[in-house]
DNA sequence: TTATAAAGAACTAAAGTAGAACATTTGTAT
DNA sequence: ATACAAATGTTCTACTTTAGTTCTTTATAA
């Protein structure tokens, strides 16, 4: 509706009316708009009438008048969206804990265990998410500890590099470092004591990609 | 009626004159609806034009004007708008985000800095918390990397083994295990390539105990 | 592939800036 | 009232920046 320097123009006019009871002059709104021309405050004003926000009697000094302001939302309902919007950043969610992982047993197999824990809601802003228990030292390299608490994100793809939740022959999920080389995937753990598993892409999903860790001390 | 994008930037015009009074720039509306293109604003606009959602003076700068708002609203908005509501409800603990740690300065130096994080309930069920961001390796093999969030306990000593907050000579916070050998204190790093600092009591204060980890991938 | 959507670059129009000159109105002194 | 000065509004030109439009290229999906 308006550009700034139209609006900054407006509210001045209409708030030097308000509060002295007479138009201000071009230099003032100059000087109030901050520009060095007059002939700009001319433009302004132009622009204005064209929109019907104020009115002029020409060649008449300080002879403007506020026929309108653009609507403002009410206060109460800016708050309120504030706080949604700290509320998103801030709070924390609940997402299903399904189980361990690398425990041998295929995550839908456990999905029935229907218990949840909280997030904080910034890790889990975009896309369905779960919780899985990590068993075994395979990913310690990657800061990945037995008992931490693994945030998936639902996939059934990903980029070589990303840790994933792969299931193995419908049978086995287990969490690793997923690589995709010519016709094989490789699933590699971050620990030297383990070995790089090479498998027929047949063999192997996808069913998550980490997206946080939470470690609990004590 | 109106695809999610077309929405998300009705309602962004809307939301921005009612609360800036100024109609946003096509730029700003790219950023804001997230597509990296004025052209593709430009596309949407005309959607919404021909739909009579908005009009506009053509070739003029920031000059549209919302007519209305749709009455129903696109299925993923309001998936999120259920998000949003259960983030409210679940809105979690708060607690102060002090700075990075193993940065060399002491927690109290930094404690003005007045940001916040939230972080699951049962992660600071009792006592006084808050958190840090990791510095470093030198904890690597605990499982601690560079850039996790450390959630820590306020308290002035601790027991063999754990983690701590210590503040040595008032100048430098660490991250490190606490071990009380007779008359030395020791921290110890996690991290073959760090050594063991080996401290006259005097010299060290714990500033906190360990009780969790967050880590966030991407 | 083909069709479609998004991104990017190039182009055009508008907005803003500045200074000066000019016109009109208003106030003041004669 | 008349003349003049001061204040204020208007017009013009030149230029810079910002914003809107259009078109081409690049991804993406069917």
Known sequence: MLTPKQYKL??????TIKENGCCPSYDEMKDAVG?????????LIEELIERDFIRKL??????LEVLKTPKFKPR???????????ALQ?????IPLYGKIAAGTPIEAIAYENETTSVPFDLVERGEFYALRVEGESMVEAG???GDLAIIKRANNADNGQIVVALVDDAEATLKVWQKKDNEIWLKPCNKDYEIRKLHPSRV???????????RYN
């Open 58 to 63: 020409p060649h008449k000094a300080r002879a």
């Open 76 to 86: 109460d309902i800016i708050e309120e969206e504030k706080k949604i919007k700290l």
């Open 35 to 43: 520009i060095k021309s007059k002939s700009g405050i001319f433009a």
């Open 144 to 146: 990945i500890m037995d």
């Open 10 to 15: 407006l509210m001045f006019i209409d708030n």
């Open 90 to 94: 801030n709070s924390s969610v609940q």
């Open 205 to 215: 999903k996808v069913q998550g990609i980490l997206n946080g860790i939470i470690r």
